[in-house]
């Protein structure tokens, strides 16, 4: 095990906030956003809680870079029906608690929510997406709402949508192809919790010298290896309801296909003898009686 790396989610939780390592963590973000990115300060808000739930399932870091946006970001390794709700909900909150009551409205910050998610999101082919507002012109869905020249000026975007979050969402289970790119070498780590020793992507030469599980302190290393047994015993009960639960569900509808089965053959056999029936000139209300079928079925026999 001493030669093995850290998962990257319990290092955000523990070894990613010293300054020391900021460099991991600025290398990710950088190659995610394809800017070179600083953290100045980890920001703590009320999502960064450690109670029974979140010790395994989430984790949630708010970071600020030079320019004074706001990062978040989250890691969510058991599945949340409710989680795009979720991705929102911080974002609003983040950007209201670092407005003051009464500031400019231009006052109101830039937000990233990154989410590295272990479970099925959504539905889609891809494994990384980033979503951010775009205003398209109702009667002219090509025509893209700009801001004016001063507003550019004022604010240095090009869009509208410059001014509104921005979302990325990795999802780290469907990510199954060959490392090609910087950020494809991250994914390859966030999934499998190696570094290919021909890794250079910004942030993991030093993720691979400084998350080595033996630099941990035998303390640390007892910790991580109690969340990490823990996590394995979360994931196996996950598996294991949803195996019993596809067993019981092919169960029901085999016991369904089977009833609907000899009820479709015990109708067959009674139009069978309905239409010999009628052949033999019975009228429709006798046949009816004999059958079991309504008058009305007899008659369009």
Known sequence: MYNELIRFDWAMKRLLRDKSNY???EGFLSTLLGENLRISRFLESESNQADKNDKFNRVDILAEDAQGRLLIIEVQNTRELFYFHRMLYGVS???????NLGEDYDKVRKVYSINIVYFDL??????????KTVFRGLHHPDDILHLSARQQEALMGKEAGDVFPEYYVLRVNDFDKVAKTPLDEWMQFLKTGEIDSSATAKGLPEARERLRVACLSDTERRAYEHDMEALRYQRSVIQTGWIEGKAEGLKEGMEQGIAKGMEQGGRNKQLEIARDMKADGLPPETVARYTGLSVEDVREL
């Open 23 to 25: 460099v991991v963590l």
């Open 93 to 99: 909150k983040t950007i209201t608690e670092y407005i």
């Open 122 to 131: 959504g539905q889609g082919n891809d494994y990384i997406y980033h979503g």
